[in-house]
């Protein structure tokens, strides 16, 4: 380290000229030095010194191109380490012998592999919700953001009906049971390419791909009868039920149909719960 600092004023931006000058001057000192000698003592023989100094300089442009392409791993660790730095993805660099630079290129590679495994973990976190593993309010907006919708779509909320009376008579431990349980029929009840995720508290999300709103309340209404058939779990003595609103989705703006499907949600709830509304209704 300190014979690289020392020699940091030869090429100060070039690591690859720095070497050059090195090796040139440390192979040319025996040329230069026999014709020092000859000079000295009258006895140069030019033509083979000019033999001599043309296969040096054959041998320097070899030298050079040859300190290039050694280097080329070491310029691609680096970009790679750059990549990993700002943010983004680096594809697997190729692998090397069992010298020093193989050495790098697997070091960064395993850099690589951790520093994306970490991204994945920590994005899967920001997007799911803990309790339930459904995505969160972050996850699904962003899961609708990047799904195409061609024919139309429509937006659930569904709220669990009278879960603060679940948690004050049973206790928290069995309120975050239910929402599991919840969120396990909720996905069961959907199709495959259908969106759910947890809204918030006991509130739920549903968008309901390529399907219009009286579609997407049978499906709902069908979720409904499951669950009184069987119950994720008994309130005095019932089954515990929900509520939801629904409204179409057909603009790219979602918070217009969220806001339309929570006052669904609102008349379902002043209607008596365990029912499904539409916006239209």
Partial sequence: MRFYQASSFLFPGSYRLRIFTICFVATHLPLLSLIGWELWNGQADWTSTIVVLLATLAGTGFALAAIHALLVPLHIASDALGQLESGGTVERLPTGGRDVIGRLLASVNRAAQATDQLVRSL??????DPLTGLRNRRGFLQAVAQRRLDKGAAVALIDLDHFKRVNDAMGHGEGDRVLIAFAAALEAGLRRHDLCGRWGGEEFVVL???VDVAEAMLILDRLTFQMECN??????????TFSAGVANF????????IQRA?????????????CVRSDRV
């Fill in 262 to 274: 929570d006052r669904a949600l609102y008349a379902a709830k002043s209607q008596g719960r365990n």
């Fill in 123 to 128: 994005d899967d976190r920001a997007n799911t």
């Fill in 231 to 240: 119950p994720i779990g008994l309130l005095d003595g019932a089954p515990i």
């Fill in 250 to 257: 057909d603009d790219p703006a979602l918070e217009d149909a």
């Fill in 208 to 210: 309901f791909a390529d």
